[in-house]
C-alpha cells in the first residue's frame, strides 16, 4: 500500500531536549516535504527536498533541521525544541514532472502522513 | 508567491452540490490548482486538481475560468462525510525546488 508513515504519532517532550520525528514514504517519491498546522495558521511549510541532498527551507524554518540522505526518508529534527514548537506536524511527498529539460518542476499530488502531534513543556 | 483566497466557511445541506469557490489572480502559466481536504486533525487528502481545462473525477469536479484567475470545486452531492475544511493551494515553481504554501482553507459543514 502507497503510503507515508510519521512515527510517533503522539510525543510529548521538555524544552531543550532534542528530538526527530521520523518520514517514510514507499513510492518512490523524489519531492517530501514537511508543515506545521496551528490553530488560525493552517499549514505552514517547514523544509522541503526536491530529492536526496537537496533540501530548502519553506516558511517556517527556524528552529527545525532535516536531512535526505535517503531517497525514502526525510527526518525533521528539533535540536532544542521551545513551547512555541508544540504543534501538529505532518509530513508529505509526491513525485514531479520537469517542464523540458533542464526546466522547472510541477508536482504530482502530495500524499500526507497521519501527523505528529508534538508538546513541549 | 501566487497565493489563493477562500471563504472561510460555508454550510451545505445534505444530498444538494457544494461550490467552493477560489481566487488565485497571481497563478502563473505553468501552475496547476490542487484542492484538499482535511477531515479532523488527519493528514490532508488530495481531491483534485487541474491546469487550464475542467476536470472531473470520482470525488468532485473542477472548474477553473478562462482567465485562471479562479476555481470552483463542485461536490455533487454532499454527504455527512464530506464536512471537513477543504484548501486550495497553488504549488509556486521555482527553478531550485518548490514552495508549497496552504491557505486558511473553507471550513464545510454538511448538515442533515
Known amino acids: 500500500e502507497a503510503q507515508v508513515t510519521q512515527n510517533p504519532r503522539y510525543l510529548i517532550t521538555v524544552t531543550g531536549k532534542k528530538l526527530t520525528v521520523t518520514c517514510s514514504q514507499n513510492?518512490?517519491?523524489?519531492?517530501m516535504s514537511w508543515y506545521r498546522q496551528d490553530p488560525g495558521l493552517g499549514l505552514r511549510q517547514i523544509y522541503y527536498?526536491?530529492?536526496?541532498?537537496?533540501?530548502d527551507k519553506g516558511d517556517v524554518p527556524e528552529g527545525y533541521k532535516v536531512s535526505r540522505k535517503e531517497k525514502r526518508n526525510f527526518p525533521l529534527i528539533l535540536e532544542s525544541p521551545s513551547p512555541n514548537q508544540t504543534s501538529l506536524y505532518f509530513c508529505?511527498?509526491?513525485?514531479?514532472?520537469?517542464?523540458?529539460?533542464?526546466?522547472?518542476?510541477?508536482?504530482?499530488?502530495?500524499?500526507f502522513g497521519s501527523g505528529t502531534q508534538l508538546s513541549v513543556l | 508567491d501566487a497565493k489563493t483566497t477562500q471563504p472561510p466557511s460555508m454550510d451545505c445541506a445534505e444530498g444538494r452540490a457544494a461550490n467552493l469557490p477560489c481566487n488565485h489572480s497571481t497563478i502563473s502559466g505553468n501552475e496547476y490548482v490542487y484542492w484538499y481536504r482535511q477531515i479532523h486533525s488527519q493528514g490532508p487528502q488530495y481531491i483534485i486538481h487541474?491546469?487550464?481545462n475542467n476536470e472531473t473525477n470520482e470525488m468532485a469536479s473542477l472548474i477553473i475560468t478562462e482567465d485562471r484567475k479562479s476555481s470552483t470545486l463542485i461536490l455533487p452531492h454532499a454527504t455527512l462525510r464530506d464536512t471537513a475544511v477543504y484548501y486550495c493551494?497553488?504549488?509556486?515553481?521555482?527553478?531550485?525546488?518548490?514552495?508549497?504554501?496552504f491557505g486558511g482553507g473553507t471550513r464545510v459543514l454538511v448538515k442533515p
Open positions: 493551494i497553488v504549488f509556486m515553481i521555482k527553478a531550485a525546488g518548490n514552495k508549497l504554501t
Open positions: 527536498s526536491m530529492n536526496v541532498e537537496a533540501t
Open positions: 487541474g491546469l487550464k
Open positions: 508529505a511527498s509526491s513525485s514531479y514532472r520537469r517542464l523540458g529539460t533542464g526546466g522547472p518542476a510541477t508536482n504530482e499530488k502530495l500524499f
Open positions: 513510492m518512490n517519491h523524489e519531492y
